[in-house]
């Protein structure tokens, strides 16, 4: 079954006085996309629902489970966005028959009385949240760097953790207003670091969480969703400062010149040089011979750790040799 879609327009307005949609008993392999669950296209209109946006519940003893339900998806206008109900999603399940094996992927839930995913009864086999250790941005580049520890269990497994960007802080309520991207496979208890491109809009001050969704099962596919991590501050990255010197700046073809990069920044940081030749963990300062046979610039763009980056130019000026004059020293030389 399919409510809404990828499709421009095939997504649904879904409000009432009671929820959004509900799977019970035995439903498997219903994708739930594109939808506007508990508000309208805009996403800003608060329509009523006073239950959950999406319920999924084998409550009753002797229940078949909801199992392999996705909620959104990977690609680009797959996510449901899902706000201004109780819980944005929440999956249970009966004694016996939890609802297991349903990922909630790409989706924007926000403002949720209630929280954005709640797990109970065995719900998503009870999937542990990441964990953000930091967050930081270069606003002038957009570049948002995350640093996150996968779930421990299931051990010897991976997991897709999904990074989101929240305006307010609601906790201990957390959500997951802009999803941002992804580390698309992570080992079980491994700690990474990340960088995202991000809209001008995401601001020293707003918010990161995060879910984990893992792949331990047949045939390597995506299962249980946590629900949401804490939230942690974003703080302002180190800025990346670049200059760049040549000497000497002008020579005879055929001589050289050396070039000098002095930079500050967070470390690792990498060089990239506009005649594409790459030096990584680089130090400051940064220096290179050249011998270009014609005039030509040389530009450099340092990155550092936190995805900050900055960037130079030195234009070298190269004068061709003259034959005649080469040749007549090369006859005086010779004669002397």
């Not at 409510?3 to 997504?11: A, E, K, P, R, Y």
């Not at 709640?118 to 967050?135: E, K, R, T, V």
């Amino acid at each position: 079954t399919l409510i809404g879609g990828s499709v421009s327009g095939s997504g649904n307005i879904i409000a009432n006085s009671i929820g959004g949609i509900l799977l019970r008993t035995n439903v498997v392999d219903t994708v739930i996309q594109g939808n506007f669950i508990g508000t309208d296209a805009t996403g800003t209109l608060d329509l009523g629902n006073l239950g959950d946006g999406i319920l999924i519940e084998s409550q009753i003893t002797g229940d078949l489970a909801c199992t392999n339900n996705s909620i959104g998806g990977l690609l680009d206008g797959q996510g449901n966005t899902i706000r201004f109900n109780d819980y944005g999603v929440r999956i249970g399940g009966g004694p016996n028959q939890p609802d297991i094996l349903n990922p909630i992927l790409g989706n924007s839930i926000f403002l949720n009385t209630a929280g954005g995913i709640d797990l109970y009864d065995g719900g998503n086999n009870l999937q542990d949240a990441p964990i953000i250790n930091s967050a930081t941005i270069c606003q002038n580049d957009a570049v948002l760097t995350v640093t996150v520890t996968a779930p421990e269990n299931p051990v010897a497994s991976n997991f897709r953790i999904e990074i989101f960007v929240n305006s307010v802080d609601n906790s201990p309520i957390t959500e997951g207003e802009l999803f941002v991207g992804a580390f698309n496979s992570v080992p079980s208890g491994a700690t990474v670091t990340q960088s995202f491109v991000v809209p001008l809009s995401v601001l020293v001050g707003m918010w990161v969480s995060g879910t984990a969704t893992n792949f331990n099962n047949v045939g390597n596919t995506l299962g249980d969703t946590s629900e949401y991590s804490s939230n942690v501050l974003i703080q302002p990255a180190t800025p990346v400062t670049v200059s760049l010197t040549a000497a000497p700046s002008a020579f005879i073809s055929g001589d050289t010149s050396t070039l000098t990069v002095n930079f500050t920044g967070a470390a690792p940081l990498n060089a990239v040089w506009s005649d594409n030749v790459i030096q990584n963990n680089v130090v400051s300062p940064l220096m290179r011979t050249v011998f270009p046979s014609f005039s030509t610039q040389y530009s450099v763009t340092i990155t550092s750790a936190e995805g900050c980056s900055d960037s130079a130019t030195v234009f070298l000026t190269v004068e061709q040799e003259d034959p005649l004059l080469s040749a007549l020293t090369s006859i005086y030389c010779s004669d002397v």
